[in-house]
Nanobody, 114 residues
């Protein structure tokens, strides 16, 4: 049974940084594609960044150059380093197994104050 546990969210001022972590269990982590999604109040959930099992990365245009996704297969953990945060980055951030099937974690709140 897949379990994904996010950590690292919180309150930060605009221009600041946060690092999100997601620990996975119950999966063969090194062969799955992972990602981070976010959902702001009143908006649909959207893909922020993804990383394949071979560590190829992909980013939404609105975070390119500011966020970095990475993974540590020895720790079954995926990370999202978020720099130059903006108030519009405020959302619940969800870790996700993307492939072989989509599965989300519980989410962690990120709030960026202006």
């Amino acid at each position: 049974q897949v379990q994904l546990k996010e950590s690292g969210g919180g309150l930060v001022q605009a221009g600041g940084s946060l690092r999100l972590s997601c620990a996975a269990s119950g999966v063969a982590f090194r062969v799955i594609d992972m990602g981070w999604y976010r959902q702001a109040p009143g908006k649909q959930r959207e893909l922020v960044a993804a990383i394949t099992s071979s560590s190829t990365t992909n980013y939404a245009d609105f975070v390119k150059g500011r966020f970095t996704i990475s993974r540590d297969n020895a720790k079954n953990t995926v990370y999202l380093q978020m720099n130059s945060l903006k108030p519009e980055d405020t959302a619940v951030y969800y870790c996700a197994q993307i492939r072989p099937y989509l599965f989300w974690g519980q989410g962690t709140q990120v709030t960026v104050s202006s």
